[in-house]
């Protein structure tokens, strides 16, 4: 019998890979894959991109289409999930020699020093415990060039009406969900927002779903002026 468990000792999303976009859309309709593209036009000029947790290639692909000659590192602790990237990629006949696909945990891995234009996690900080993210987003801001951009897109509680309450609910149920299927060791949603304040700023915000989601671009604090300046000319 095949052992739940993959080679880091846990069960990861492996066993997901295969219905990840299935059960997205049966909750969330198109809201995900708008909300994880909503600022994927501001990568077009990013030579170096990390992608931290990618999941099942929908957003790798529409950034190759972009910009098919940026150099991407892809890193993702499920194999499964990995390998159903590969295989969208191939589907579609993308060849992907700029792209190094890892194996790797992110909490762990490490990273080349200011290497990467843009780091991209979509979905992905939602994974961790405060306490983690206090760690892991120092460790990436390392690898992020000094003019550097960050996509993130996640889940946040919404403050407001009746989707307070139902924010809350499909909150308590995801974390249930993902607790159940896979290692994750998050047991409700943390703000990664102060970690990433300490050196970055958000130029470009997008919320959608009454709030439950939203996508943000952050520059250095010192980029970030001209980042925004340019976002109100482009609109
Ligand atoms: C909720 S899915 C999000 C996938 C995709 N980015 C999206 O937008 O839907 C989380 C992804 O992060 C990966 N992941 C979770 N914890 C990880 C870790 N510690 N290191 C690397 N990848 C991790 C999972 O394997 C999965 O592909």
Redesign the pocket.
Known sequence: MKSPHNQFGTR??DRLSGVYQLL?TIVFGPW?QKT?LAHIDRLQDAKTVLI????DGR?LKELLKLNPDCQVDC????SA?LATTQERLKKKNIVTPNINFIH????SYDYPVKSYDAIVT???LD?FKSSQLEELIPKLMHSLKHEGKWLV?DFQQPQKGIMKYIGSALLWVMYRFFRWQTD?SAKSLANPQPFLAKQLTVVVSKHYFASLLYSELWYRNDSAKYASTQARVSG
């Open positions: 990861s999303y997205e995900l994880r931290l947790g990618e999941g957003f890193l993702d602790k499920s999930m790797a945990d992110a909490l979509l979905f992905f994974n897109a994750i």
